[in-house]
Protein backbone atom coordinates (compact mmCIF):
# COMPACT_ATOMS: atom_id res chain seq x y z
CA UNK A 1 0.00 0.00 0.00
CA UNK A 2 1.25 3.52 -1.28
CA UNK A 3 1.98 6.15 1.67
CA UNK A 4 0.72 9.65 1.30
CA UNK A 5 2.73 12.75 1.63
CA UNK A 6 1.47 16.47 2.92
CA UNK A 7 3.42 19.51 2.83
CA UNK A 8 3.00 22.54 5.94
CA UNK A 9 4.67 25.60 5.39
CA UNK A 10 5.08 27.21 8.24
CA UNK A 11 7.59 30.04 10.57
CA UNK A 12 10.30 28.69 12.30
CA UNK A 13 8.64 29.19 16.03
CA UNK A 14 5.71 27.07 15.09
CA UNK A 15 7.79 24.01 14.29
CA UNK A 16 8.34 22.37 17.18
CA UNK A 17 4.52 22.50 18.34
CA UNK A 18 3.90 21.39 14.74
CA UNK A 19 6.15 18.41 15.18
CA UNK A 20 4.76 17.37 18.44
CA UNK A 21 1.53 17.62 17.12
CA UNK A 22 1.97 14.91 13.68
CA UNK A 23 3.92 12.78 16.76
CA UNK A 24 0.93 12.31 18.65
CA UNK A 25 -1.38 11.75 15.84
CA UNK A 26 0.97 8.59 15.25
CA UNK A 27 0.44 7.69 11.91
CA UNK A 28 3.23 9.56 9.95
CA UNK A 29 6.17 7.38 8.72
CA UNK A 30 8.71 9.92 8.32
CA UNK A 31 9.46 13.39 8.70
CA UNK A 32 11.43 15.90 6.49
CA UNK A 33 12.36 19.38 7.33
CA UNK A 34 13.50 21.93 4.65
CA UNK A 35 14.73 25.20 4.40
CA UNK A 36 12.84 27.68 2.00
CA UNK A 37 15.87 27.49 -0.60
CA UNK A 38 14.56 23.80 -0.22
CA UNK A 39 17.52 22.49 1.65
CA UNK A 40 16.47 19.24 3.32
CA UNK A 41 17.81 20.14 7.28
CA UNK A 42 16.54 17.25 9.05
CA UNK A 43 14.99 13.81 7.92
CA UNK A 44 13.55 11.10 10.14
CA UNK A 45 11.54 8.25 9.93
CA UNK A 46 9.29 7.54 12.56
CA UNK A 47 7.90 3.54 14.00
CA UNK A 48 4.84 3.15 15.88
CA UNK A 49 6.66 1.35 18.97
CA UNK A 50 9.95 3.99 18.82
CA UNK A 51 7.89 6.88 18.90
CA UNK A 52 7.25 6.95 23.15
CA UNK A 53 11.21 6.44 23.03
CA UNK A 54 12.41 8.61 20.60
CA UNK A 55 10.14 11.98 20.96
CA UNK A 56 12.31 14.05 22.94
CA UNK A 57 15.38 13.80 20.99
CA UNK A 58 13.87 14.32 17.77
CA UNK A 59 11.88 17.45 19.68
CA UNK A 60 15.17 18.73 21.16
CA UNK A 61 16.86 18.00 17.34
CA UNK A 62 14.28 20.11 15.52
CA UNK A 63 14.36 22.96 18.15
CA UNK A 64 17.51 23.43 17.45
CA UNK A 65 16.62 23.72 14.03
CA UNK A 66 13.60 26.12 14.45
CA UNK A 67 16.39 28.91 16.09
CA UNK A 68 17.92 28.59 12.68
CA UNK A 69 15.24 29.09 10.21
CA UNK A 70 12.22 32.01 10.00
CA UNK A 71 10.40 29.73 8.04
CA UNK A 72 10.39 26.37 6.79
CA UNK A 73 8.50 23.31 4.82
CA UNK A 74 7.74 19.99 6.65
CA UNK A 75 6.96 17.24 4.49
CA UNK A 76 5.21 14.11 6.51
CA UNK A 77 4.50 10.90 5.17
CA UNK A 78 1.72 8.65 6.27
CA UNK A 79 0.24 5.02 5.81
CA UNK A 80 -2.30 5.10 3.31
CA UNK A 81 -5.54 4.80 4.87
CA UNK A 82 -7.42 1.31 3.53
CA UNK A 83 -10.21 1.51 2.17
CA UNK A 84 -12.94 -0.84 2.83
Known sequence: MPNTQEEYNISGDKLVSKIKEIVKEGNARKIIIKKEDGE?????PLTIGA????????IAA???FAAL???CT????RKAKEEK
Open 69 to 71: VSS
Open 74 to 77: IIVE
Open 62 to 64: VGA
Open 51 to 58: VGVLAAPI
Open 40 to 44: TLIEF
